[in-house]
């Protein structure tokens, strides 16, 4: 979602109505709910299940579950035509540079976290 989206949104923000529009969102919670990926730790997953189902998700997340399955599919879909997927992975390597993780660390440590580095 956009920003403006996601500000609108958050005034009546309802994961139920989500779960209702999606079968997939329903199938996943469904398998998450039944202890499908979880049957040696009952229970380990209820406090996320509470938290994406709650109307006080910040971050809404399953307001974007759709979006994210489309975005997965298309990207399944363009892995099909190699000459597309290896030009369009060539590109997006060549603009990565910005997103160093040692840039992110940083900026992390110098906006979040505050710490002193360790000298070895």
Sequence with gaps: MTTPEVESLRQHYNPQWCIDESYDLQAVLGLLESGHFNQF???????????LKSPKDPWMTLADFQSYVSAHEAAAQTYQDKDSWIKKSIINSARSGVFSTDRTMQEYNRDIWRLEPITT
């Design 41 to 51: 730790e009952p229970g380990i997953f209820d406090d996320v299940i509470q938290s």
